[in-house]
């Protein structure tokens, strides 16, 4: 498979929560000491790609820049391999408000209501997004490296639960 999608490894939280911080500002929360072990283990670990793509979030980037570090190679960032937006107005400020964005996009299967409400970002774009991002480097690459976030694998893959720093295969755009 040319494209193997991994979540990102374990994030520190503690910091941005302290700060209370807003939105996207929530997402330079850096990897704990573990998630640093999570990455090097996984850098140990797996076949050797040709380049890693990551998302711009601290969390992936950092995993992607560790994994990329141990095996040599180039570590690309893809803005639209970020995290799917629990609010598109970037208003959120705590993880039970993520949670509960997230539990309501799945329970309306990822579609939004035609409400206007909530303001969560549809699985389908976070599907297009990725997929178009991921389908360029198919093309030019034999083997790609993916570091992402667990909703964009779950888009790409239907996939539920993926583990730190834990792989799925990318078959392409469905």
Known sequence: MPVTLMRHAQTDWARVNALRLRGAANDLASLTATGRDQARQAARTI??????????????????????????????????????????????????????AYDDMRRHGGVRPDTGQPKWEPLETVRARAAQTLDRFVSRHETVLAVTHEVVIYALTAAENTNFCATRPYCGAT
Request: glycine share 4%; with cysteine.
């Open 47 to 100: 076949a050797r790609p040709e380049v890693i793509i990551a998302s711009p979030m601290t969390r992936a980037l950092e995993t992607a820049s560790i994994i990329g570090t141990c095996l040599g190679v180039e570590v690309l960032v893809q803005f639209d391999l970020r995290e799917w937006l629990p609010d598109e107005s970037y208003s959120w400020t705590t993880s039970d408000e993520v949670l509960a």
